[in-house]
């Protein structure tokens, strides 16, 4: 059935209104909304060091997040446009993406990404998509020749080292929104337990299996929509 809008609201044929509670989708990027780690493409073709090493040190718990993108990205010299090469050549996008933005427009839920990787390629990706619009919160990120400089911006404005998923998604929470989270790696899980409800594959579905915690689990983003229809 066509549907019109009428205050961010959907309103039928008939002229009725569908009210919707007020939800809020935050969704990762890297491995949720692409099949696989953006950044990892990039620190694999132009990072002049170890770089897995440091991944592995953030794996064990041994340092953040931020520590691990800060020395991680500070071995790539590239300027943006070389980076960004690389990602039209690698990144594929997992199926339903483009189904989930319609749909989360259609119930008139707020659709964010709340990412870890970096704000000039996930948005670069997007507009490679035709794609306008989506709010999107991830690391900031200067270009310099001794290296990319990366810094979390929380949103009260000061710098994180880690916990910058939670910290929106507690924003989001106190701004009163119902929250659905859709992600799939350890860096979703504490993050994720603050949502009404959880949307996992990979990593974090087994974080969540592991702990027997309530979770959704998808292959598509598809799946995704699927679960919010019942919602």
């Given at each position: 059935?066509?549907?019109?809008?009428?205050?961010?609201r959907?309103?039928g044929?008939?002229?009725?209104?569908?009210?919707?509670?007020?939800?809020?989708?935050?969704?990762d990027?890297?491995?949720?909304?692409?099949?696989e780690?953006?950044?990892f493409?990039l620190?694999?073709?132009?990072?002049?060091?170890?770089?897995?090493?440091?991944?592995?040190?953030?794996?064990e718990?041994?340092?953040?997040?931020?520590?691990?993108?800060?020395?991680?990205?500070?071995?790539?010299?590239?300027?943006?446009?070389?980076?960004?090469?690389?990602?039209?050549?690698n990144?594929?996008?997992?199926?339903?993406?483009?189904?989930?933005?319609d749909?989360?427009?259609y119930?008139?839920?707020?659709?964010?990404?709340?990412?870890?990787?970096?704000?000039?390629?996930?948005?670069?990706?997007?507009?490679?998509?035709g794609?306008?619009g989506?709010?999107?919160?991830?690391?900031?990120?200067?270009?310099?020749?001794?290296?990319?400089?990366?810094?979390?911006?929380?949103?009260?404005?000061t710098?994180?080292?880690d916990?910058?998923?939670?910290?929106?998604i507690?924003?989001?929470l106190?701004?009163?929104?119902?929250?659905v989270?859709?992600?799939?790696?350890?860096?979703?899980?504490?993050?994720?337990?603050?949502?009404?409800?959880?949307?996992?594959?990979?990593?974090?579905?087994?974080y969540?299996q592991?702990?027997?915690?309530?979770c959704?689990?998808?292959?598509?983003?598809?799946?995704?929509?699927?679960?919010?229809?019942?919602?």
């Amino acid at each position: 059935m066509p549907v019109w809008y009428n205050a961010g609201r959907p309103v039928g044929q008939a002229g009725h209104t569908y009210v919707t509670m007020k939800t809020l989708v935050q969704c990762d990027f890297d491995g949720t909304i692409t099949e696989e780690d953006a950044s990892f493409y990039l620190l694999d073709a132009y990072a002049e060091g170890d770089w897995r090493s440091i991944l592995q040190e953030y794996k064990e718990g041994r340092i953040t997040v931020g520590e691990f993108n800060t020395r991680a990205f500070a071995m790539i010299r590239q300027d943006e446009a070389t980076l960004l090469s690389k990602l039209d050549e690698n990144v594929r996008i997992r199926p339903g993406f483009r189904e989930l933005l319609d749909y989360c427009a259609y119930r008139g839920f707020r659709f964010t990404i709340v990412s870890n990787g970096l704000q000039f390629y996930i948005e670069a990706i997007l507009r490679a998509l035709g794609i306008k619009g989506v709010e999107v919160r991830a690391a900031t990120n200067v270009f310099h020749p001794d290296g990319v400089k990366v810094q979390y911006v929380a949103p009260d404005g000061t710098i994180l080292q880690d916990g910058f998923k939670e910290a929106y998604i507690k924003l989001f929470l106190s701004q009163g929104y119902r929250v659905v989270y859709v992600g799939n790696g350890t860096s979703d899980s504490y993050a994720s337990r603050h949502a009404h409800v959880v949307f996992a594959t990979g990593d974090l579905l087994n974080y969540y299996q592991r702990h027997e915690l309530p979770c959704i689990a998808f292959d598509d983003l598809s799946d995704v929509v699927n679960g919010l229809s019942s919602l």
